[in-house]
């Protein structure tokens, strides 16, 4: 079975860091282009990061550039979003997604549950 499984969320201050995680199983995660997208309550989805295949392109919206991070390690099947400098609009449900092939374009074939990070002082 094809899973993903976020974690790493919680409640920071404005300024602070977290790095998420999206554990998958069911797949290679090195053969698939993977993204993060967030969306916060009473808001539509927003796509905040991605990375084709082999991470040697990756993309950010304008919102995050600079301070987000998208990376994985291919021998934990696992992805990650390092996320500095948080700002209050960055609260949100967090969700990593995997696409259908190898470039971030591709639409999103699978979901993982969601994590939940808020910026609170």
């Known amino acids: 079975e094809v899973q993903l499984v976020e974690s790493g969320g919680g409640l920071v201050q404005p300024g602070g860091s977290l790095r998420l995680s999206c554990a998958a199983s069911g797949f290679m995660l090195s053969t698939y282009a993977m993204s993060w997208v967030r969306q916060a309550p009473g808001k539509g989805p927003e796509w905040v990061s991605a990375a084709n295949s082999g991470d040697a392109n990756t993309n950010y919206p304008g919102s995050v550039k600079g301070r987000f991070t998208i990376s994985r390690d291919n021998a934990k099947n696992t992805l990650y979003l390092q996320m500095n400098s948080l700002k209050f609009e960055d609260t949100a449900g967090y969700y990593c997604?995997?696409?259908?092939?190898?470039?971030?374009?591709?639409?999103?074939?699978?979901w993982g549950q969601g994590t939940q990070v808020t910026v609170s002082s």
């Open positions: 997604a995997k696409q259908l092939t190898v470039w971030w374009s591709s639409a999103f074939d699978v």
